[in-house]
Nanobody, 115 residues
Framework: QVQVVESGGGLVQAGGSLRLSCAAS????????MGWYRQAPGKQCELVAT???????NYADSEKGRFTISRDNAKNTVYLQMSSLRPEDTAVYYC?????????WGQGTQVTVSS
């Protein structure tokens, strides 16, 4: 049994910052890839950022320079530091953790950016 739990979402004004956290726990001790996707109302789910166990990162173009993904392998936790937030960043942010090609998803956390 694996649980993936996000936290840190909320309401913020445009230009502000938020830090999302996501902890994976359960029967798997070492996850490989971890990361974040998001889904805005009426839109498809899209990649935000990913991070390998090695620390190698990948970002969607629109997030480069504004978002920073990091992880703590000892805690199986991934973070997403978001700055210079825009109204178009409003979405439900979903965290995932991957092990042996199986992906585990969290329930999502709402981020709302007001203009």
């Amino acid at each position: 049994q694996v649980q993936v739990v996000e936290s840190g979402g909320g309401l913020v004004q445009a230009g502000g910052s938020l830090r999302l956290s996501c902890a994976a726990s359960g029967s798997i001790l070492r996850f490989n890839g971890m990361g974040w996707y998001r889904q805005a109302p009426g839109k498809q789910c899209e990649l935000v950022a990913t991070i390998a166990r090695s620390g190698s990162t990948n970002y969607a173009d629109s997030e480069k320079g504004r978002f920073t993904i990091s992880r703590d392998n000892a805690k199986n936790t991934v973070y997403l530091q978001m700055s210079s937030l825009r109204p178009e960043d409003t979405a439900v942010y979903y965290c995932y953790a991957e092990f042996s090609l199986r992906v585990y998803w969290g329930q999502g956390t709402q981020v709302t950016v007001s203009s």
